[in-house]
């Protein structure tokens, strides 16, 4: 859409309200709200805030930045009045000058792809979460709504009303949806988005998780994207599937090949792989993230890849051809997409400009070698502060953020771990309280 198409379906739709979004560094949603009277303005990035609304806290070097709207992300938000309607519109930052603001997530994964023009990435999405009910104040709680489990259907499944609600909000905002499904743990469920480019994709996913937690919400639901919520159960996952593009074909499979895979497909796994530990603390980036880790059958913990291997960070679908996908399992849903989506593009990319081959694919195990000792050798960091360790010290994901978002991240998040670190846990007294 453009500016003036936007202006005339504001007006066509009684719109009274646009909340103007924008993605912070760490993948919380923010908003402005302004009149519709005041479109034209916000439309042309007169809207100023401080840029501390990106960075997570405020300091001495906070500026001035201006909201500067993408026309084509225009749409209705459908559970609000139709008189007097609430519309949205997805934004980057720029400053007082006009150049793009470097603490803008959306704005250095738009970059990016258009530095790569020639090569096109596609995505699919599966995002997971738990529905929990709430208490009397309508705080959330961790009593799960049913004690269904793996593509259980009513009346087992408690959910699947709130869930089909949250389809029909999703279409009708414009998201395809894929599919949708009760997921493993009791609670759990899954919202799987059709193959987009990076861009719109991650802002698929970010409205995406606005939409489920506000319709729980009105069906008396608490929706949390927590990794790890629940001792005993698995968490929630927010798979990748990835498939590279030229002049329409699929540049990841060769039918001539034994294994359907092409050389760029091996070299962009070989990339990704090269890069999975600093990836982590992108896709992985709470305290409570690294729970899903914890080894079991389907914890994707080894930097490896295979096919039915389900502790592997990479697996490839089962078709080939034009369907062939590779699927990054580590990501949970409280990653940035925007970020996660450049470093995976940055990852991938060094792979294929520098042909980088990957190990062998990892489908068994050897006679004498578990689990327990391949993540010692092969495995992704197992707490934050060791994937922030490897992220610092990833030139080429570095490239891809810039100094200023990685050196934000990093402070933030080695805080953050100094936070956790400094706390005594219900676990430590459970074990050593009594005994010691």
């Known amino acids: 859409m453009t500016v003036e198409e936007v202006l005339q379906a504001a007006h066509e739709q009684h719109v009274k309200f646009v909340r103007l979004q924008i993605t912070d560094i760490f993948g919380t949603l923010k908003n402005v709200a302004v009149t519709v009277e005041e479109l034209r303005q916000a439309l042309a990035g007169h809207l100023a805030c401080d840029s501390s609304v990106l960075e997570g806290f405020v300091d001495h070097r906070e500026q001035d930045i201006f909201f500067r709207p993408d026309p084509a992300t225009f749409a209705i938000l459908p559970w609000r009045p139709r008189d007097g309607a609430v519309a949205r519109l997805i934004c980057e930052a720029v400053t007082a ?34 529905l929990f009910h709430t208490d009397g104040q309508g705080n959330p709680t961790t009593i799960t709504h049913d004690r269904a489990g793996y593509c259980d259907l009513t009346p087992m499944d408690l959910g699947e009303n709130a869930r089909r609600d949250m389809v029909l909000t999703l279409e009708q905002m414009g998201i395809e949806v894929a599919s949708s499904h009760h997921e493993a743990a009791p609670g759990q469920h899954a919202i799987a988005l059709k193959d987009d480019h990076p861009l719109a994709m991650a802002d698929k996913i970010v409205t995406s998780k606005f939409v489920v937690r506000t319709i729980a ?117 409280t990653c940035n997409p925007y970020l996660v989506l450049a470093a995976l593009l940055s ?16 489908e068994g195990y050897e ?48 805080e953050e771990w100094e936070r956790f670190h400094s706390r005594v846990h219900a676990w430590e007294l459970e074990q050593y309280l009594t005994t010691f």
């Not at 796994?269 to 980036?285: V, Y």
């Not at 679908?317 to 990501?331: C, E």
């Open 97 to 130: 000058e006009g150049v793009p603001y470097a603490g803008c997530p959306r704005g250095i994964l738009r970059r990016l792809l258009e530095a790569r023009q020639g090569w096109q990435l596609l995505v699919g999405v599966e995002l997971q979460f738990f």
């Open 217 to 333: 919400q009105r069906h008396g639901l608490h929706a949390s994207f927590m990794p790890h919520p629940l001792s005993g159960t698995g968490g929630s996952a927010m798979t990748l599937a990835l498939s590279l593009w030229r002049e329409g074909q699929n540049l990841l499979c060769d039918p001539t090949d034994p294994t359907g895979l092409s050389r760029t497909a091996h070299h962009f796994i070989g990339g990704i792989l090269r890069h999975a530990r600093a990836l982590t603390a992108l896709t992985n980036p709470l305290v409570n993230s690294y729970k899903r880790f914890a080894l079991g059958p389907a914890a994707p913990a080894l930097v490896a890849w295979s096919e039915h291997n389900r502790n592997t960070v990479l697996r490839l679908s089962s078709r080939r051809g034009v369907a062939t996908r590779l699927v990054l399992r580590t990501p949970d849903p």
């Open 347 to 362: 990852a991938g990319m060094d792979g294929i400009d520098n042909a980088v081959e990957p190990p062998p694919p990892l």
């Open 367 to 414: 006679t004498g070698r578990s689990l327990r000792h391949l993540v010692k050798e092969m495995g992704v960091p197992r707490h934050l502060l060791a994937a922030l360790e490897a992220l610092a010290g990833d030139g080429v994901i570095a490239g891809a953020l810039g100094e200023h978002v990685m050196r934000r991240f990093i402070e933030a998040k080695e």
